[in-house]
């Protein structure tokens, strides 16, 4: 099977995704709460073990869309940025989102097809904050923005119709300017207290922060040294801790508030994900951080199969690019695709 031909049927395959026999007995019996429930805990859709609070919760908001008759609203909380280790395709979203969208299209689509008011799947982007603890330029992150929105565009007319996306950034939200000067400001003091907690390990909790940082960005932090760098990635793992816990203040009501459902990567931990939200693999082979990792395409006995992967994995595999016909306009730049033979 020719590469463009096998992405092509995993588009149309979306739609065709279905409710298994024991979901339709559920639904033969009028238990449309239960069957959706069912759907969002099961290990096809969540990953890592809920809390049976969690799972109560869960419940109660389903419930409340249900009797409402609203969609179930879902929303996958992200950083809204590419990693600049993806050097073809920074700082734009390329094949490990699009694989994701349609991984998580596929699974939620069973409920669209049995539940009239459908979904709302929104994803809510941490976009402006890569720029004070990654080093992301403002013109990186809206970058990254227009191009996943161009790519829920062209998602879109494969999923059902009352399958609804959207796409929510920080600034849409509150403001910015203000909130940013204010963790700003806190800095210093929860650096100092990061050097201390972790005088034993610093080396480990830095390799996030340090990957994650991009020197070519809003600073020139190519001429640094290393112990400058480390700094710089201290500092950033400190923002990062404040922007986390200050912005929640703001948005525990959006996250948490009636009937939505809030989900993040299958990567993080307990410790970062403290609300035991649902977490999501990027794609079915991949619990990585689709904005953090690359999209590729492996041969396999005539087939393919899609995956998301890290600068580990994607170094020692025997890549090459190839050229397909899929997209046009502002997607353009996606016509070719990394594939392992």
């Given at each position: 099977m020719k590469i463009e031909d096998f992405l092509r049927s995993e588009l149309a395959n979306i739609i065709k995704e279905d409710i298994s026999q024991e979901e339709q007995k559920m639904l033969d019996l009028k238990q449309m709460e239960y069957f959706i429930y069912q759907r969002l805990t099961s290990k096809k859709f969540r990953k890592n073990l809920l809390k049976p609070e969690t799972l109560a919760i869960i419940k109660s908001k389903i419930a409340l869309s249900v009797k409402a008759n609203k969609p179930i609203y879902v929303i996958f909380a992200f950083g809204g940025y590419k990693n600049h280790w993806v050097t073809e395709f920074h700082p734009k979203a390329e094949w490990a989102e699009f694989?994701?969208?349609?991984?998580?299209?596929?699974?939620?689509t069973p409920i669209a097809k049995a539940y009239k008011p459908g979904i709302f799947l929104e994803y809510e982007s941490e976009c402006e904050a890569g720029i004070y603890h990654n080093?992301?330029?403002?013109?990186?992150?809206d970058a990254y923005t227009s191009s996943f929105k161009a790519l829920i565009e062209y998602i879109k007319p494969y999923a059902p119709e009352n399958f609804t996306f959207n796409y929510r950034t920080l600034p849409e939200q509150y403001d910015t300017k203000t909130f940013f000067e204010r963790?700003?400001?806190?800095?210093?003091?929860?650096?100092?207290?990061?050097?201390?907690?972790?005088?034993?390990?610093?080396?480990?909790?830095?390799?996030?922060?340090?990957?994650?940082?991009?020197?070519?960005?809003?600073?020139?932090?190519?001429?640094k040294t290393k112990e400058e760098l480390s700094e710089i990635a201290l500092r950033s793992l400190a923002f990062n801790h404040l922007?986390?816990?200050?912005?929640?203040k703001i948005r525990k009501d959006y996250f948490n508030g009636d009937e939505r459902i809030s989900t993040v990567?299958?990567?993080?931990?307990?410790?970062?994900?403290?609300?035991?939200?649902?977490?999501?693999?990027?794609c079915a082979r991949s619990a990585n951080a689709y904005w953090t990792s690359r999209g590729i395409l492996v041969a396999k006995e005539g087939e393919f199969e899609e995956?998301?992967?890290?600068?580990?994995?994607?170094?020692?595999?025997?890549?090459?690019?190839?050229?397909v016909k899929l997209f046009d306009g502002e997607l353009a730049y996606l016509n070719r695709i990394p594939v392992v033979e």
């Open positions: 694989f994701h969208l349609m991984y998580i299209t596929k699974l939620l080093n992301q330029s403002k013109a990186d992150v963790v700003l400001g806190m800095v210093d003091a929860k650096t100092e207290e990061l050097r201390e907690q972790h005088k034993a390990d610093m080396e480990e909790v830095l390799k996030r922060p340090l990957f994650n940082l991009k020197l070519h960005g809003k600073e020139d932090l190519t001429h922007f986390l816990d200050e912005d929640y990567g299958a990567y993080c931990s307990e410790e970062e994900n403290p609300d035991n939200w649902m977490t999501i693999n990027a995956n998301i992967v890290g600068p580990k994995m994607y170094n020692v595999l025997k890549l090459k690019l190839v050229g």
